[in-house]
């Protein structure tokens, strides 16, 4: 029985959780205990190759040629949001990091892909893989070896977080698959993927201490996700499980704390569960500033500091020099900085970066074709060409408009409304949605304002679009080339004309089209009060007095929601002048086409909501902390597994639209559900542990050695690996020089780390990914058109505190008129189990468990019970 462990016998007043179990269970285990040493790389799993060539370079190197390649040069001191220092003797270019997981990022001529959410909505791995593919060419094209991105965290635990969008679900099986094969897609153009934020990174709000006083909240540290072992296993870490077996090269650490230990430095989630239990091969690589100490974040595992600096321009690091200092003094041991110059060559060399990778070709701190070559320190440290416009794009596009099609969710479509003939009488658009930012496409900085159609929400995550194809134009265009007649207004206050063209469509069976949005996005910005994080679940721009005037008048309104997540539907869900409503996310640049396309049915809704739309937000259990609890903000995260559908599930609410729902202009058919059992050896705990850590060279002891070369120009603000004096307590203004009595018990000792019963292999224990049972059933097409449908397979693990279902399995799948195609589910030992806090391991408890197939999240026909 391991109830145990995760259900001890206290009691917690405050209770609020409908099941009080729940709540006590996700009160344990909210700790980082302290791990040490940090697990040196050992070639693993399809490393070895990589990791032979990584020690080869290693081996030559001095000490401050390794620092140099650990550490950023510094905040908007090279060409990328982030470089490393080059290593010119043995051909080591500056490795370049760049945002973003849609676009590549501060740079211009390239493409706009739909963001993450849309991916999920297709349920489709191999869009996810070809938009990996694609986004990872233009990376490597524009000379980025580190592409920052994809996101599983925040993986949306409420859904008014700010970043949910760059990410995929919050349901951890279909976020894992898309992850995977999305890091695949990446890494296959040779560009390392850097998957992020690892992990807890929920919230927007007090992620960073700067940014949050400049907001007026008083905090002394980022805020803290407070995670038991059993929730951390079975939602949060399972996409990263998938992404590092999925060969991921980079993990970024995020800026909250993880059970008040920052994620960055956090031994226990870095040492134990990512490098231990899941085997991580590549580089753990900071978010930006998220680096809040040197010898500390090294021994609990962090790899490179970016951008390099302590925070933006101060001169200084705690890597750089710092770390030369200390691996001179003994705190960071020659093994832990050997370790770390390895992962991030290895990394390198996995995914070919070494041969494939183009020079870089532009900067993003300007669109000049010269400048500055060190753009903090201005021209006179030297200026000449630092973009040359490459257009990365090739026929993209054309993959975009599918995907935006692809991604569009049909939620609802009565009186056969959708889709249209392009032949009405009147086709009248409305809606700020539809049209432009009169300032342009690109008209506010990092998209950070909601002006004009929705494609990209805010942040980092963006990139500069090359066009945007808004719904007006393409709408325009379609009816014009039918010589129909089409007037939109994109004002939603034109509150009498809005009223006199709805009542025009009325009267002549035309039909209205509104469309409306939500926005949200990074911390950094502040959009209308919403600071990254939305401050409610309403459309925006005025949408719902538009709405409420236009349908007043037009009794066909066809409704099409841009945004990052759930909005408040049900008003228009129970309104019969709204004839249909599509959430079509953040389709990218052929915003238009995409949308086009499916509403004249050239292409027919495949797509289903990767979140459930709630009546509102209180149905969701879980919310962002908008003000400060503690100086240090607690997000405790009592609601253990129950997100998303999982509550709405638990506590018997009904949503607007429920995870998985998604229309078609065809009908489909479940039938002749078979299960078969697969013979598969037993599960055993991973009983291969770590021999001593080795070392690569060796190291000079002289600081002499390692002095401000004389023959070098300084740039002010670029962090250096060098020191300023010989004598190491000078030599790099190093307070507390000395004192080692913070370097926590055995984390110097290489001599051997003991086995991970969950490990054993990048993504953990090998064993955990044998089929078990193959599950099929037949889809028929009842309809009159060919069309697309995703059934899902949902699993009950049966247990007391279990969901009542978990989505385990999903597959798209064209089939045409009358046609009939065999769906199949393959169903993984880990598929089956919970996480055992007590063993430390994944384990198939003795409940029944039985798995449905069906449409949707509560459109399941077909059922068994697993033997
Ligand atoms: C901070 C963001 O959290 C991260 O996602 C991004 O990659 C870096 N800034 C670099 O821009």
Known sequence: MYAPARFPNITYPDAVSPNPNVLLGTQSNQESPLKYPSPWSTGQGDWAESYKKAIALVKQMTLDEKVNLTTGTGWRTEFCVGNTGEIPRLGIRSLCFQDSPTAVRYTDFVSVFPQGVNVAATFDRKLAYMRGKLLGEEHRDKGVNVALGPVAGPLGRSPEGGRNWEGFSPDPYLTGVLFADTIKGMQSAGVLASAKHFIGNEQEHFRQIVESIDYGFNISQPGSSNIDDQTLHELYLWPFADGVRAGAASIMCSYNLLNNSQACQNSYMQNYILKGELGFQGHILSDWQATASGVSAILAGLDVSMPGDTSFNTGYSYFGPNLTIAVLNGTVPQWRLDDMAVRTLASWFYVDGDTAGVDLNFQSWTSDVYGPLHAYAGPEYGYGLVNQHVDVREEHGEFIRRLGAASTVLLKNERNTLPLSGHERLTAVFGEDAGDNPAGPNGCRNRGCDIGTLAEAWGSGQGEFPYLVTPRTALQNEVVSHYGAF???????????????????????????????????????????????????????????????????????VLVVHGVGPVELEVYKQNPNVTAILWAGLPGEQSGNSIADVLYGRTNPGAKLPFTIGKERSDYGTDVLYTPNQLIPQFNFREGVFIDYRTFDYRNITPTYEFGHGLSYTTFEYSNLEVQSIEAGDYAPNTKGWSPAPTFGSINNSSSAYLFPSNMTRVPLYIYPWLNSTNLSRAYGADGYGDSSFVPEGALDGSSIEAHPAGGAPGGNPLLWDVLYRVTADITNSGPVGGIEVPQLYLSLGGPYDPKIVLRGFERLSIQPGETVQATFDLKRRDLSNWDTVSQNWRITDYTKTLYVGSSSRKLPLSAVLR
């Open 487 to 557: 007037e939109a207004i994109t004002n939603n206050s034109a509150f009498a004309e809005i009223a006199a063209l709805g009542k025009l469509a009325t009267e002549v069976h035309g039909v209205c089209i509104a469309f409306v949005n939500a926005d949200s996005g990074e911390g950094f910005i502040n959009v209308d009060g919403n600071i990254g994080d939305r401050k409610n679940l309403t459309l925006w721009q005025g949408a719902p007095g538009m709405l409420a005037n236009l349908t007043a008048n037009c009794n066909n309104t």
